[in-house]
């Protein structure tokens, strides 16, 4: 379903493979969500309706990789508590901020390749700015989905699987 | 306060202070840019064209008043089909050339100090700024990234 939704065609500024990974972490432990953030993006790199990822597809991987690994780190009871909601958003921030800094990170190396003459800290601080708007929506948007919707489709999928 | 709720305190703030000073360097960017392109009221630019089969047609010295847009003048020196979206202008033809699934007009620009780069917004959000290269090239587009200009 994770694969689907991100290759399916979806408006700028959304994108609802993290909270997936995320909650696939939670529910099935790091392994399993690394190994869903790493497939899902590999598969992205090929049929994205925004174009083929090339070189920033390591990138990718990596950062949605690194978002399952926090969510098998995340410690989430099944009461449904209101905290888990705040702590989810923050979450969903922060690691959104550090999937498109690792992105970013791909479009600094491709930045610094020659012939350009800027060393690759240079690219990485312009590509980040030239970014900014791009990490705001994403990271507004991302915190919205996780705090409202991780609790409720980890408690879903957890009575499902009767866990 | 708890421990586990003091790191979550601290990481909100963390994102918060970073994205509001990416945010913040982004805008004071876009500002410094314009304010340096639009000082002069006229302004002289190169604009070149490439139609993938060998073909390269430049206008150089070509004049332009100060925050012209990319696709403004274009369109003073070529017959331009375009459609505008959200996001900007999409050219979808220059001088009967149309995109197809696999080629499409991606502009460039020309600086000594990185070479070619793609453009990074629509050509109607691009102010053009007094002798600058600007370069449309008819290429492939079924693999990223797109390769520079010959």
Do not use: C
């Not at chain 2, 003091?6 to 000073?21: E, I, Q, Y």
């Not at chain 2, 000594?112 to 002798?131: H, K």
């Not at chain 2, 370069?135 to 990223?144: I, K, L």
């Amino acid at each position: 379903m994770g694969t689907g939704l991100q290759v399916l065609w979806r408006p700028p500024g959304l994108e609802f493979t993290s909270l997936l990974t995320f909650s696939t972490g939670v529910i099935f432990g790091s392994v399993l969500g690394a190994s869903l953030g790493a497939f899902v993006m590999f598969v992205n790199a090929f049929l994205s309706p925004w174009g083929l990822a090339g070189l920033n597809m390591p990138f990718q991987m990596l950062g949605m990789s690194i978002i399952g690994t926090v969510g098998g780190l995340y410690k989430m009871e099944n009461d449904g508590k209101a905290r888990f909601h705040a702590e989810t958003a923050v979450l969903g921030a922060f690691l959104t901020f550090v999937y498109y800094s690792i992105t970013n990170l791909g479009f600094a190396v491709y930045l610094a390749l020659p012939p350009s003459s800027i060393t690759l800290l240079e690219a990485l601080v312009l590509v980040q700015v030239w970014g900014a708007i791009f990490t705001l929506l994403y990271t507004v948007s991302n915190t919205l989905l996780f705090g409202i919707g991780a609790v409720p489709i980890v408690n879903t999928m957890r009575k499902l699987l009767g866990r | 306060m708890k421990r586990r709720t003091f790191t979550f305190v601290v990481l909100a703030l963390l994102v918060w202070a970073l994205v509001a000073s990416l945010t913040s360097a982004y805008y004071f960017y876009l500002y410094s840019n314009l304010f340096q392109k639009t000082r002069k009221p006229i302004i002289h630019l190169n604009l070149g064209f490439n139609y993938g089969n060998g073909t390269v047609q430049w206008f150089n010295q070509t004049e332009a008043r100060g925050g012209d847009t990319l696709l403004d003048i274009t369109m003073q020196v070529a017959k331009v089909n375009h459609t505008i979206f959200s996001y900007g202008a999409f050219v979808n033809s220059i001088n009967n050339v149309n995109n197809t699934a696999s080629k499409a007009w991606i502009w460039w620009t020309w600086t000594q100090q990185f070479g070619w780069s793609q453009g990074p917004i629509a050509s109607d959000r691009y102010a053009l700024g007094d002798d600058e290269t600007a370069y449309w090239y008819y290429q492939d587009v079924s693999a990223w990234p797109y390769s520079t200009p010959p």
